[in-house]
């Protein structure tokens, strides 16, 4: 794909996008060239630590989230940060976690930008939040979401 078309594509991402407070997110990023880094379970504790740590200092509230070989998606009610803030946060401060952990191992962890979208009312909250969960059963990776230990939701 010519880079002009993927600058384009990922400026169109960008159009429109609203960081309310207090709102429903399901937000998604990619690891660089899909590299499935979280395939290592250490590796991806780190990511979840980062997203524990700004959740306890109220920056976010996490509903519900999977860390996936080459992914995350994370069900969210946005604090005080944007939504670019947030990301910005959660991408830096586990690349910066991961990269100490593997010296010279990752020169980029993360893709560029992130998907988002905003949830319309609190019944989607849930059925999201299955679906997110489920995640790692729809790739083949589990039989039982239990088999798979890198996710969690507040309605357990």
């Known amino acids: 794909m010519d880079s002009r078309l993927r600058a384009h594509q990922g400026h169109a991402l960008r159009r429109g996008r609203v ?7 399901l937000l998604t990023a990619v690891t660089h060239n899909r590299q499935p880094i979280f ?11 980062e997203m524990r740590s700004l959740h306890d200092a109220k920056l976010v509230e996490s509903f519900a989230w999977v860390v996936m070989p080459d992914h995350l998606h994370w069900l969210i ?18 690349a910066i976690a991961i990269n100490k952990a593997c010296p010279d191992h990752y020169a ?19 059925e ?16 039982h979401i239990g088999d798979y230990p890198l996710w969690d939701a507040i309605w357990l």
């Open 108 to 126: 980029r962890l993360w893709q560029k930008g992130f998907h988002d979208h905003a949830l319309r009312s609190e019944e989607d909250l849930q």
């Open 19 to 25: 960081s309310e407070t207090g709102r429903a997110y």
């Open 128 to 143: 999201t939040a299955r679906y997110i969960v489920a995640n790692p059963l729809r790739a083949g990776l589990i039989q």
């Open 77 to 94: 009610a946005l604090g005080p940060l944007t939504l670019a803030k947030l990301m910005q946060q959660i991408k830096s401060r586990s």
């Open 39 to 49: 395939a290592d379970w250490q590796l991806a504790r780190l990511l979840i630590k």
